[in-house]
């Protein structure tokens, strides 16, 4: 049990709140494999640090 909570792994509904993005973009994202997911059977899990490393290398630079 404990070994799973530090893993902090999040359903798709789960990650859409934690990234503020629709169900239908995400599942966009995950059929384009552009975030990192696993797909067991039918249900897209996702880790929460993997997503907050991905959307970390989302930033791009502005010309100032």
């Known amino acids: 049990m404990a070994e799973e909570n530090n893993l902090d792994l999040l359903s798709f509904k789960q990650a859409c ?3 503020g993005f629709s169900r239908t973009f995400m599942y ?3 059929r384009e494999k552009k ?3 696993v797909k067991l059977g039918r249900r ?3 880790r929460k640090s993997d997503l907050f490393y991905w959307l970390g290398n989302q930033v791009c630079e502005v010309e100032a």
């Open 35 to 37: 975030i990192p997911h």
């Open 28 to 30: 966009k994202l995950c």
């Open 44 to 46: 897209l899990i996702f």
């Open 17 to 19: 709140e934690y990234l």
